[in-house]
């Protein structure tokens, strides 16, 4: 009897360790602290959305390195932080290989941009001459058109670069990623605290190509982190009275 009644604490014992190990989740809808597994697509339902759409659309200001600032959008401070982001813009433009884009984040929204990430850096295409990824010289990039009739999402996970290789006549609606040379990802706003005002800038560095943004739209995934229940010889003994 003595020998049966070991097993049984020996075998509770290990129950205990093992959840206090993997943790009790105290709610098993609540996402992990990774938040769901990210995919190449820029499908985002359960993120939290907020766009601007502007009638008419917004000039981008032509050969000016300092661009134009859009926004701001901010999301309400619900305590939670920041696990994915996903960009979308819906602007034309008669040449990509003019332009950079960013979007930034001010944290307090004081007017600073605290975290930014480049999306969008001059890209070459096919085309030999460009100069260096958002350089400001005259060196031809990819000649491709934007569109407002078609959208450009970004996330870190995105299948391809914006006009990488041949450049399209327009370039198609797709889930991108922002360059790996010159760019900066995404996850640069990972863990931050929502509440922030967010801002996309556009800069067209050479003329005399012309462009101009319609919408735009910030797609945010909670970060939430998972309870820990406690496991303690208490919670388990009563199966082995």
């Not at 105290?26 to 502007?54: F, H």
């Not at 884009?101 to 096919?126: A, F, H, Q």
């Not at 085309?127 to 000649?143: I, K, L, R, S």
Request: aromatic share 8%.
């Amino acid at each position: 009897m003595k020998r049966r009644f070991s097993m049984h604490v020996a075998a509770a014992f290990a129950v205990v360790a093992l959840g206090a190990a993997a943790g009790w989740a105290a709610d098993e809808d609540m996402e992990t602290p990774d938040g769901p597994q990210i995919e190449t697509t820029c499908d985002v339902s359960g993120y939290k959305t907020e766009s601007i759409k502007y009638d008419p659309a917004v000039a981008i200001p032509d050969g000016d390195t300092g661009g134009v600032k859009l926004g701001p959008l901010q999301f309400a401070d619900d305590g939670k932080r920041i696990s994915d982001t996903v960009l979308e813009i819906i602007a034309s433009h008669t040449k990509i290989g003019d332009l950079t884009v960013e979007l930034g984040y001010d944290l307090t929204c004081n007017g600073s941009i605290d975290y930014k990430s480049r999306v969008v850096c001059r890209p070459r295409g096919t085309q030999t001459t460009t100069p260096a990824p958002c350089g400001t010289g005259t060196g031809g990039g990819c000649t491709g058109d934007l569109s407002c009739g078609r959208m450009y999402s970004f996330r870190d996970a995105g299948a391809s670069e914006l006009a990488v290789g041949a450049c399209a006549a327009t370039l198609a609606t797709g889930c991108y990623k922002p360059p790996t040379t010159g760019g900066t990802p995404l996850s640069v706003f990972k863990d931050l605290p929502k509440g922030g005002c967010w801002y996309l800038t556009i800069v067209d560095h050479v003329t005399p190509n012309k462009g101009s943004v319609c919408e735009w739209s910030v797609h945010l995934l909670n970060h939430v982190a998972v309870g820990v229940e406690a496991a303690t010889w208490a919670k388990y003994k009563v199966l082995y009275r």
